[in-house]
């Protein structure tokens, strides 16, 4: 029997369990503590959506490291180009750091290379991409997610941080929208 949900307007409908959520986080920290063995690490948690993310895989990371949390703030630019964004939040000094990118999900990749452009000038020694989920189908640009917890099909999902409208992040499960 199929488990549903009704955020505001629309019913989604069971698609990832906790538990296999939770089974891909172990994957990826094993997968980061062998890889960041001996580095100076931070990770960039990307607000709102990382956030429980964040603090699930975070608890499972064994290497020394920091963590914070940034937003990607929009504004109206004063040029043809309509919005600029901008990453707000950092105040730790990552250079010459090895910085990890938690991100709730990587769709098409665009605020991705925001986020990894405006990561640069902060002269980090590496950067490295950690998404919970992937939609590989829509992704459009060309560089790396290097740790990735489940690949999934281009659908529009809500729960575990995932919003819609703002609603729905506090479901422990992922619901994709029914049609």
Not at 31 to 42: F, P
Not at 73 to 94: C, F, M, P, W
Not at 161 to 174: A, E, F, P, S, V
């Amino acid at each position: 029997m199929s488990k549903k949900v009704q955020v505001l307007d629309k019913t989604f409908e069971l698609f990832i369990p906790e538990a296999r959520i939770q089974e891909a986080i172990d994957n990826l920290a094993e997968r980061l503590n062998k890889d960041l063995e001996g580095k100076n690490v931070i990770f960039i948690a990307i607000l709102n959506g990382a956030f429980i993310f964040a603090a699930d895989l975070y608890r499972r990371i064994t290497v020394p490291s920091l963590i914070t949390f940034v937003k990607l703030a929009s504004y109206q630019g004063t040029s043809t180009t309509g919005k600029v964004k901008r990453l707000i939040g950092i105040n730790e000094d990552i250079e010459n750091m090895t910085v990890v990118v938690l991100e709730d999900i990587v769709d098409t990749g665009v605020t991705m290379e925001y986020i990894l452009k405006q990561l640069r000038g902060y002269e980090p020694k590496e950067i490295y991409i950690a998404t919970m989920f992937f939609k590989k189908d829509a992704f459009v640009k060309d560089f790396p997610i290097h740790y990735v917890g489940l690949e999934i099909p281009n659908k529009f999902i809500v729960g575990y941080g995932l919003d819609y409208d703002g609603y729905g992040r506090n479901l422990k499960d992922i619901y994709v929208l029914s049609q």
